[in-house]
């Protein structure tokens, strides 16, 4: 078979985000767009001649036009194998787990996560190493350059690769292995839980349980762990069927667009147990029966219940959450006299802390919750955690996010998304936060008064490396805080989010609803911002 080398000018605009290179659908057709970010890829990271690499994605629109192209370009590439998902899906933290199990160099992950998906939605791909995590900037950043100065491209003229059946296939020189997407996950899955228990909370008769997979990946995972490995009932699953286009909606399990399965619990006769996961299978929401568990809440519950779960019966090394989740996780963390660091936003963030045994669980406000088994966050893992401490304690969702409320306090918490704002605004937004600097410190808003501000930076513990401009953190003398940042996975505009959190130890006032028990931040962020002014909008697109 014939490769060829196609000549091609630089696209300005491939610089990798929070989570790989996140695009519109027709921006990745455009002619070469594609091949020139995935050639950056063989041309800047080491070692991929000869190499095993893994590939697949959530499903989404473009995804297996993407992936025969893939193909093809690491054939021409020197690639020696790469192992395919079914169809060419993989989860994401599937993804992580087959690099893991079958010591890949690395795999690349097509997905744009929750982002709506169809013909003119959003796509994205991303590299991930040897570890099974993300990319860290050091390489994500020599992508971008090489991506500024690429002029051709190698390819293998060659027909497209079955990719419905298991099994071997050779591609010139190169070995396609197409792999069930679900099988090592699951084992993995079941070396972590204890199954037989969370099998016998099913067949006890008293609990009921409704999954969402939002007609996105999970649902091939669910079926085979929930159904056929759990014997969960078949109406516990919604929406299992992966469709092209996510069947419209807007896989991102949250208040706001996990509406369905939030109705479902928040209704008469309702389950004991929900959950949903997104697009690629890395996020989660969890819900009790007329309760909804915040992100921020769960990595604490799960951290300090960790050891009535066999996978972590040994106890934990430490936890690791972003900066702007809540600092529930870290009480925990200081109960039990464990390390916690607080990183920027992205799971990339992680790897280097999970790598070294610093830590083992770590956590994402955004509805991302995870551990050292694999380097990304994952959907269905917190799922059956979760499920495993309900077999364990046999209490309700509610009675164990109370009873860890009363023990260690609450942080109250809210995340305010605005999106699609004008980009300008958004920049001269936190640009005129800066300015203020300066003259925060000390200043009263009301009850609370401005203890720091300033722009996170972090360095990693394990390489020295320096991430700048993270966010802008406005702490209060009591523990609260305000945090705003843009977002850097949107695709259209600037998303700019703010995160509140408000800490209350006195058992009696915990029962409020978080909009009204964060309302004083609310207004204080405001008149710090001028989110109304700068944005025009006089309320968010998204609260969660
Ligand atoms: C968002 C979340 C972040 C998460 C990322 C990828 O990034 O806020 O926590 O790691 O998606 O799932 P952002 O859009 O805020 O940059
Ligand atoms: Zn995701």
Redesign the pocket.
């Known amino acids: 078979m014939q490769v060829t080398d196609v000549r091609t000018t630089p696209f300005a605009d491939q610089k990798p985000?929070?989570?790989g290179l996140r695009k519109k659908v027709p921006v990745f057709q455009q002619p070469h767009y594609l091949e020139n970010f995935v050639q950056s890829i063989f041309d800047s990271v080491p070692g991929l001649k000869g190499a095993t690499l893994v590939l697949g994605g959530d499903g989404r629109y473009y995804n297996l036009t993407a992936i025969q192209t893939i193909l093809k370009m690491a054939a021409a590439n020197g690639v020696t194998q790469v192992l395919v998902g079914r169809d060419g899906l993989l989860s994401t933290p599937a993804a992580s787990c087959v690099i893991r199990k079958h010591r890949a160099t690395g795999g690349i992950v097509l997905s744009a996560?929750?982002n709506p998906a169809g013909p003119t939605e959003d796509f994205g791909i991303k590299y991930n190493t040897d570890n099974g995590g993300p990319a860290p900037e050091k390489i994500t950043e020599a992508i971008y350059a090489r991506s500024r100065a690429i002029d051709h491209y190698r390819i293998m003229q060659a027909d497209a690769v079955p990719l419905d059946r298991l099994g071997e296939q050779r591609l010139g020189d190169m070995r396609v292995v197409v792999i069930d997407p679900v099988a090592d996950y699951a084992e993995l899955m079941e070396s972590l839980f204890d199954f037989p228990r969370i099998r016998a909370l099913f067949q006890s008769g008293h609990f009921r349980m409704r999954f969402d997979a939002m007609h996105a990946i999970t649902g091939p995972y669910a079926e085979e762990i929930l159904l056929r490995r759990l014997g969960a009932p078949t109406d516990s699953l919604l929406n299992a069927t992966p469709l092209e286009d996510f069947g419209g909606g807007h896989p991102d399990p949250n208040l706001t667009y996990a509406h369905a399965l939030v109705d479902i619990l928040f209704g008469t006769d309702a389950p004991d147990f929900g959950a949903a996961s997104?697009g690629d299978g890395?996020?989660n929401m969890i819900l009790g029966r007329n309760f909804f568990v915040t992100p921020s809440d769960s990595l604490a519950i799960l951290a300090a219940n960790a050891t009535l779960v066999p996978g972590y019966a040994q106890g934990i090394a430490g936890i690791a959450r972003?900066m702007?989740t809540s600092q529930a996780a870290d009480r925990v963390a200081a109960a039990l006299n464990l390390p916690c660091y607080e990183t920027p936003?992205?799971?990339k963030f992680f790897g280097n802390l999970l790598d070294a045994g610093k830590v083992t669980l770590c956590g994402?406000?955004?509805f991302?919750t995870g551990s050292d088994h694999v380097r990304e966050?994952d959907g269905l893992w917190a799922v059956l955690f979760w499920l495993n401490l309900l077999a364990v304690r046999k209490q309700s969702v509610a009675g164990i996010v109370q009873e860890h409320w009363q023990r260690f306090g609450r942080n109250y918490y809210s995340r305010h998304d605005y999106e699609g704002v004008d980009s300008a605004a958004a920049t001269a937004l936190i640009e005129d936060l800066r300015a203020q600097f300066a003259t925060l410190p000390g200043r009263r808003f009301g009850a609370y008064t401005v203890a720091y501000s300033d722009d996170f930076a972090y360095t990693d513990p394990i390489d020295a490396s320096l991430s700048t401009n993270q966010g802008i953190r406005i702490g209060f003398t009591d523990g609260s805080r305000i945090v705003f940042?843009?977002?850097?996975?949107?695709t259209e505009g600037a998303?700019l989010?703010v995160y509140l959190e408000r800490y209350e130890a006195d058992t009696t006032k915990q029962g409020l609803d978080s909009q009204t028990a964060l309302a004083d931040l609310i207004r204080i962020a405001d008149e710090l911002a001028g989110i109304a002014r700068h944005t025009g909008r006089d309320r968010p697109t998204v609260i969660t």
């Open positions: 985000g929070t989570s996560s929750p997104d890395d996020r972003s702007p936003t992205g799971w994402e406000e955004s991302g966050k940042r843009l977002s850097g996975t949107g998303t989010r």
